[in-house]
């Protein structure tokens, strides 16, 4: 199990999943396109991005295999890998600052323009930090949050925030109410389990790093920050100190987003930086917004969370998929060993309470492959009839970033495409070729 970037990196690179970049790269949209090209196949390190001595990395983990490398587990138990963790969290250590690769360079002169943080579509209102693991306190409880956030550099020390209503803006909120700043910590440059745990959807009060430590199977190393209560990764690239600054706002966006849509300029809540540590030969780290790595990251979690609630209605469920042509968030795919009729509808019914976000679902039969596209539509071609099998609920909460929405004010659809248990037996019968699994054409042709 990797516990830093650089074990991961090397890992990938031992594996052939890495490749260099060092012709000249502009941080304006060409990185970007070329990490959206790499995007599942390998990771890109840019080792010449014009006048930075940085080099960049995106696309550590582009696919479900990248993160069943990370977590050493077969591909298709990921998510259910991430829900063990999340159920059994281990506390993490704090070390040294000696003992921290992330202070080998200490500033309290905050100067984002030294760090090659790129542009990555057309309308972006400028460069920003997409890979970052944002460090908080719930300013009642003092106990520690993280999460990633779209950072837009508005000054040398100076960053714009998107902060959707969950736990960061609670706090935030709470501070603010008291005209107190919120001081918060940013770390970039880390492996693919740290990020993962910081899409964990958790109650308040639980503190996502432990699940990486769970994660790691041991305790993650903490360190303590320079000018912030705050402790974050020791093994990080970098991070950046500062506070969320009460009563203010400064414009925001557009920013190119996960559902392939521009969010929004409006104001935002602002961070004013108080300081930067970090490797000596550090590497900074981007995630191409809208990428399979940003839409898996969100996924994986996810799925952990929707299989367990699903499980506790319809215990015949076999697997739940977020699909990524469903921006991984939207639409769902279960698979279920139906025993009794209506167990399609009370499997949709779970999932669309489980998050806001759930749009569509889609219920098949466990011989479907729901990581199948095309095996998932054949089954709603051939076994759903619309008027019996599909329904629709109006005017529910969904997600403000889906553009047909109202608001976040949307519709709900369940689409049963399971066989009836009563069905004559043999129409549903799936044609097959006796040996067609095992044979190898390659065997044959010359
Ligand atoms: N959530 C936001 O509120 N604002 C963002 O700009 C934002 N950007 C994200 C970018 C990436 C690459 C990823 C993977 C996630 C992003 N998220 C964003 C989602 C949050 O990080 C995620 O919902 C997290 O679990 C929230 O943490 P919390 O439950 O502790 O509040």
Not at 23 to 29: G, Q
Not at 146 to 160: A, D, E, T, Y
Not at 240 to 265: D, N, Q, S, V, W
Not at 295 to 314: C, D, M, Y
Request: charge should be negative.
């Amino acid at each position: 199990i990797c516990t830093s970037l650089r074990q991961w990196l090397s890992l990938l690179e031992e594996k052939g999943l890495l490749k260099q970049v060092n012709k000249l790269v502009d941080l304006k949209y060409e990185l970007a396109a070329l990490g959206k090209k790499a995007d599942g196949k390998y990771a890109l390190r840019f080792n010449n991005v014009g006048d930075y001595k940085i080099p960049v990395v995106t696309e550590i983990a582009g696919g479900r295999e990248f993160f069943a490398m990370a977590m050493d587990v077969p591909v298709d138990q990921v998510a259910e890998h991430f829900a063990r963790a999340q159920a059994n969290p281990i506390d993490c250590t704090v070390v040294d600052a000696s003992k921290a690769p992330v202070k080998e360079v200490v500033s309290q002169n905050v100067d984002l323009s030294t760090l090659p943080i790129p542009i990555h579509h057309e309308k972006d209102s400028g460069p920003y930090i997409t890979a970052g693991v944002l460090v908080a306190k719930d300013p009642k409880t003092g106990i520690r949050n993280i999460s990633i956030h779209r950072l837009q550099v508005l000054g040398p020390n100076r960053l714009g925030i998107l902060i959707l209503p969950r736990h960061l803006f609670h706090f935030f909120r709470e501070a603010e109410s008291m005209g107190k700043p919120l001081e918060v910590a940013i770390a970039i440059g880390l492996d693919p389990l740290v990020l993962l745990a910081s899409q964990a959807l958790t109650p308040p009060g639980v503190d996502e790093l432990t699940i990486a430590s769970a994660l790691y199977g041991k305790p993650l190393e903490l360190v303590k920050c320079e000018t912030v209560d705050l402790e974050v990764p020791a093994q990080a690239e970098i991070v950046l100190e500062g506070k969320l600054l009460p009563g203010i706002r400064e414009m925001e966006g557009p920013f190119g987003e996960y559902p392939k849509y521009y969010g929004p300029a409006s104001p935002k809540p602002v961070i004013e930086l108080t300081a930067m540590t970090s490797r000596k030969d550090l590497i900074y780290q981007t995630i191409v917004p809208a990428t399979r790595e940003h839409l898996l990251l969100g996924a994986i979690p996810r799925e952990g969370g929707l299989f367990q609630i699903v499980k506790n209605t319809v215990p015949t469920v076999c697997a739940v998929h977020l699909t990524p042509g469903g921006t991984c968030r939207y639409h769902v795919v279960i698979s279920i060993d139906k025993q009794n009729e209506g167990e399609a509808k009370n499997a949709i019914f779970a999932a669309l309470s489980s998050s806001q976000e759930i749009k569509h679902v889609v219920v098949v039969d466990k011989e479907v492959n729901i990581f199948d596209p095309e095996d998932v539509e054949w089954a709603i071609a051939t076994r759903c009839q619309a008027d019996r099998d599909v329904f629709v609920v109006a005017g529910a909460m969904g997600n403000k970033l889906d553009p047909s929405s109202d608001d976040g004010l949307s519709a709900k659809m369940g689409i049963d495409a399971t066989v009836p248990l009563n069905a004559e037996p043999g129409r549903f019968e799936r044609i097959r070729i006796p040996g067609e699994d095992t044979i190898s054409l390659e065997d044959y042709i010359e």
